[in-house]
Every structure is written in C-alpha cells, then in structure tokens.
C-alpha cells in the first residue's frame, strides 16, 4: 500500500496495522475476573470448541446462517516463519435470544439449554460468556473452508482493528468482507484514547483480559488449552461491545461518520500490497550511509531473505536491522563482522555476500532514493497551516484526536493538491475541513 493510501485509512495516522499483528499488553488479573473471561471455552456450555473436519465447520456454518452480525478474529504465525499464514479464525456468534431480539442480546441473560441465568442481568460480561455461542476454525486442519467464505460474505464482520486480519482472510480463504464493524474507529470515532481490546472490556464489562501468548506460534498443534483460551478471548466480547459503541455512536449522531469510514477500510484492505524491490531493503537507518555501506547494505538484506526463506524463520531470526546496519559499515571499512550463533555455512555465506557487494563497480551500485515531492512554497505552507487550524478547531470541539480527522501527511498533500481530497478522506473529513 502506498502512502497515499495509508493515509486514505483513517485509522492509519499514528497507528497503522502492518501486516503482523501486534496484540496490546493486557493487564494482571484477578482469580475471578480469569474464570469469568476465560469462560468462553472451558466453562460455558455455549463454548463451540475446535473445528477442524468438514463435518464440524458444516455445523458451524449452519450456527452462522441466522445471523446478520459476526464476530471474527484472526491468528498468524508472523512471528516463527518466513511467509506468515492464517492459523486460526475465531467466531462468535450472537445467542440464540438475540435472533428474535437483537437489540438487547448483550443484556438478556440466558443459557443454552434454555434455562434462565443467575447472572445479573447489568452485567454485560457475565452474561458474554454464559449465552454467546464461541469457536475457533482450523485453517492448518483437512477442512475445506469455501463454505465458511460462503456464509460469511452477506453478514456484516464486527472486529477489532480490521486492517490485519481483513487481509490474512483474504489470504487464508479469499474471503472479502462487504461490510465490516471495527470497534477501533468506533472507539475513536467517540473520542475514546485507549482503544485497545483489553481497555475498551476493562471500561464497558469491568473486565480484566489475562495476559499471555502474545508472541505464541499459532501454527502449533495441537493447540494449548492457554492458547485457546487467549485466542477466544478476542471475539468472547466483540458483540455486546459492538452494541454499546453503536448506541453512543447514534446518540451522538455519527452513525453515518462510522459507516463511511468502516467502508473506507473494506476498500483498502481489498487493495493488494506491491512490495517494491528496488526499496523493500531500505531499512530505517539506512537512510544515513552512503557508498559502500549502501552497496553492502542491500546485499546482505538479499542474503539475509534468502536464508530466512530456506529455513522459513522470520528474517530478525537470521540477524535483526540493526545488525545488518552495522555489519554493512563494518565490512566498508575493512572489517570482518561475525556472530556466534551462526553456523559455518552461515557464515560463509554471509561474507561472500558482503565481499561480492563490495565488488560492485559504480554503476550498479543502488540509485540514491529521491526525496519525496519537492519543498514546499509559502503558499503550499500557508495552506497547510489554514488546515490544520480548521482541522485542530473541529476535533478540540468534538473531543477527537487532532490526527484521527486528518493526519499531517493529508493536509500537506492537500496544500499542494486539493484534487486528493477524495482519495485522502472520507466525507465526513473533508467536510469537517470545509473541502
């Protein structure tokens, strides 16, 4: 995605979803605040289990079909191999109540087989985890999941920060959403601050989400009781919390601001990532070399995807930025950088690498990145400032983030082109910046 398009994202100013997924920290937790959260799968008797056959996901598919809203999150193993892959898709399902009464599913309390509950019915996560209906499908398991695809592409996907796990969907089992709820821009869109998963069930349900298996490799099997828990624990709250943000959203009339920028980021999760090879190298900090450095830079990236890929490791196993950083100045100057943990072979590979760079005549050495765009005149800078004034007037009196209505990169962009203005905002932003 290009940085034009990263800005079109609204909630790609100051957080932007990559492609590897990072889980917020979640906070210490109480023995009772545990098994009520964690009761999604070991002690409710609505908890679904593990689909990983036909047979089982044939099932669940028929659980899905009734529903207009699904809960959905995913797990990648980015962190243990060279090309991440979905590992798991978590479900929750609205309970059965919430079919005849949709609008008061998080408050109804109910059990599945049809008794009445003991939970309070104030208490939205108490009931959460006795009524909802919650699984996890096996994407690594002999399943065919083209009717899972089938059922989900009418219903409207309530997940937690859409970018990350609308394109691993994708990737999985081709699935696009048409239709998504992200509690993210629905958090922000509210003037909420901490909009991480744990802090938005900590503020709606007084729930403390356990911590742990953050950096776990989901392509394990068979899966840790731990590991199902943590994962099921990110939809278990997905629906009733979807609810409640969409009552403030109405009450505060930006129902419709959510709408546009929910689709805006249905549009740019479909759009394919192009990596450019002649730049992909280019880590942060290498902006500062130059000669040599540079040479030996972008082969020892090379070398270094290249061994990843043979052992399908992340390549920060092989050696992290920092160090190919180093390592290329070192071997400019005439040293010979080495690192224990690599084998002979490694390590062979790894100078002639280096000294092969080092070879290079001139003339195929890397071209020198142009700086983007040219500086900007005083008029273009006189622009920009009206903008972000209007801009810093419209969130302060609606209580956003200044960057959430327009990040700065949109509003130089704009000053030099106002032509943008569509690709780069929504209409509710463009409005609120008189465009």
Request: neutral net charge; aromatic residues 6%.
């Amino acid at each position: 995605m290009n940085a034009g398009n990263d800005e079109a994202l609204m909630t790609n100013d100051d957080w932007s979803p990559g492609m590897t997924k990072q889980r917020p920290e979640r906070s210490h937790h109480s023995r009772d605040s545990e098994v009520r959260a964690s009761s999604g799968i070991r002690h409710s008797p609505s908890a679904g289990g593990i689909i990983a056959n036909n047979a089982q996901l044939a099932e669940l598919v028929k659980k899905i079909a009734p529903h207009q809203r699904i809960a959905i999150d995913t797990e990648a193993d980015s962190l243990h191999c060279y090309r991440e892959k979905l590992c798991l898709v978590q479900i929750s399902l609205p309970a059965a109540e919430a079919t005849a009464n949709p609008g008061n599913a998080a408050d109804t309390p109910s059990r599945s087989d049809g008794e009445a509950s003991t939970a309070d019915p104030r208490n939205a996560a108490d009931t959460a985890a006795t009524t909802r209906r919650d699984f996890i499908v096996d994407p690594l398991a002999d399943v065919d999941l083209a009717p899972l695809r089938e059922v989900l592409e009418p219903k409207e996907i309530v997940l937690q920060g859409a970018d990350f796990d609308l394109r691993m969907l994708r990737r999985g089992f081709n699935f696009t959403a048409k239709k998504v709820f992200d509690t993210v821009i629905a958090s922000r869109l509210l003037g909420i601050r901490a909009f991480s998963l744990a802090a938005l069930v900590k503020q709606y349900f007084e729930i403390e989400l356990p911590k742990g298996s953050q950096k776990a490799n989901w392509a394990q099997r068979p899966l840790s009781a731990r590991m199902a828990e943590y994962a099921i624990n990110d939809t278990l709250y997905l629906l009733p919390l979807a609810e409640k943000l969409e009552a403030e959203l109405d009450q505060a009339q930006r129902l419709d601001w959510f709408r546009q920028s929910c689709q805006r980021a249905v549009e740019q999760a479909a759009m394919a990532r192009v990596r450019d090879e002649e730049d992909v190298w280019r880590i942060r900090g290498s902006g500062a070399l130059r000669g040599r450095p540079v040479v030996v830079l972008r082969a020892l990236w090379q070398w270094r995807e290249k061994e990843a890929e043979a052992v399908d490791r992340p390549p920060f196993h092989i050696l992290q930025n920092h160090e190919l950083l180093e390592a290329a100045e070192d071997f400019a100057s005439g040293k010979k950088p080495d690192f224990r943990h690599f084998s002979e072979r490694r390590r062979v590979a790894f100078r002639h690498a280096a000294e092969q760079a080092l070879q290079l005549p001139e003339d195929r050495w890397p071209i020198a990145r142009r700086r983007f765009g040219t500086r900007p005149t005083a008029e273009q800078v006189r622009r920009t400032e009206e903008l972000r004034q209007r801009r810093d007037r419209a969130a302060k009196e609606l209580k956003l983030e200044p960057a959430f209505v327009a990040p700065r990169g949109a509003l130089e962009t704009l000053a030099a082109d106002s032509t943008q203005a569509e690709k780069l905002l929504v209409p509710w932003q463009r409005e609120l910046l008189g465009l």
